[in-house]
């Protein structure tokens, strides 16, 4: 029996598949096809219209894949859905029986374009999935989501692809998962997905970080699958076939938030005590630190010393990497929570040397 998209949208997990972009109509509906077949797929995609980094790249089949598309679901009986950028698109995927329309990473940095796709849906009744902005910005994916709620859009999802970031080695897009999560926080009423296939850019790690979102309670997961990824003239090397897609699926161990459990729940209440109370040591610790900073600060006051020393700042953090590896710390961790206490301390020195 076929799902209706209200059906769909309330499942959990939620999975959506589908080739990074349409390429022709025997791709689209073959991989459609091989999908549903699996049993794990609960909504296809594909890329219509594709924003490239650099002209020349392949910018997508455009309207004429849209067609491809609803046959696919009449074919397999699942709802569809495509990325929209501009008020045409939005008016041309609707058009074609698109079932939910998602806004890509490179137009939620925009607010302009936001605002022109949010426009484009007033008075239509669609699910909107938006995607994280390329930069690590939570007001600007704040921004999106209002201004499409604003437009009278009611069902409104979030998907979480990784953000651009310096320094960035292991994924095309560094997860950031402080991000993500704080972003849930703020939204616990919308649908949040993960897209492995976007933070991964690369497919020997995509079970990796499905089986991290899903322990961090997303609500489900999109993933690009090609009937013949090597060839896909798009994106590669993070798609997978369908197939590999079924057992990726079939491969990730799915968590539960809560247990109807006393036992479980009292213990869990206890250890929680037992981080608060740490949490609460931390607080008075740091405060303790910065009093001595700001002690620093009015000795390099009254000698004319500048804030920042390179030389001890690099002996502090390889001192806490040293101890940090005895404590089973990573270096990415110290990293950071040392930098935002550095900082702290940058500014409680500055308010002392201006005093």
Not at 5 to 15: L, N, T, Y
Not at 186 to 197: A, G, V
């Amino acid at each position: 029996m076929k799902e209706t998209v209200q059906q769909v949208w309330k499942k959990r997990p939620i999975i959506i598949s589908g080739p990074c972009s349409a390429e022709t109509e025997e791709q689209v509906l073959e991989t459609a096809t091989r999908l549903a077949k699996t049993g794990k797929v609960d909504m296809l995609r594909a890329g219509i219209w594709k924003p490239r980094t650099r002209p020349g790249s392949f910018e997508g089949i455009g309207t004429k894949g849209l067609p491809w598309m609803q046959q696919a679901k009449k074919i397999t009986g699942l709802p569809v859905t495509v990325e929209v950028a501009t008020a045409k698109q939005v008016e041309d995927a609707l058009t074609f029986d698109v079932d939910v329309l998602w806004i890509g990473a490179r137009t939620t940095v925009n607010p302009f374009s936001v605002q022109e796709v949010a426009d484009a849906l007033r008075g239509v009744d669609v699910p909107v999935l938006i995607k994280n902005p390329i930069n690590p910005d939570l007001e600007l994916w704040t921004g999106a989501v209002e201004r499409v709620a604003k437009a009278g859009i009611k069902q409104i999802g979030l998907i979480h692809r990784g953000f651009s970031s310096y320094g960035n080695t292991e994924y095309r897009n560094a997860p950031m998962w402080h991000l993500a999560i704080e972003m849930k926080r703020r939204n616990p009423e919308l649908l949040m997905i993960n897209d492995p296939s976007h933070i991964s850019g690369r497919r020997d790690i995509l079970l990796d970080v499905a089986q991290k979102a899903i322990d961090l309670d997303m609500d489900g997961l999109i993933i690009e699958s090609h009937i013949d990824p090597d060839k896909a003239w798009s994106d590669a090397k993070q798609q997978i076939t369908p197939e590999k897609l079924g057992e990726m699926i079939g491969a990730i161990t799915w968590r539960r938030e809560d247990v109807n459990s006393d036992e479980y729940h009292a213990a869990l209440e206890k250890l929680r005590q037992q981080i608060n109370h740490l949490d609460d040591e931390l607080m008075q610790i740091l405060g303790q630190r910065m009093k001595v900073a700001e002690k620093i600060g009015e000795y390099k006051k009254n000698n004319n010393i500048t804030i920042l020393q390179t030389n001890r700042w690099n002996e502090i953090l390889e001192r806490a990497f040293q101890k940090g590896e005895k404590l089973n710390l990573s270096k990415e961790f110290i990293t950071k929570y040392f930098d935002a206490v550095h900082m702290e301390s940058i500014n409680h020195q500055n308010k002392i040397m201006n005093s």
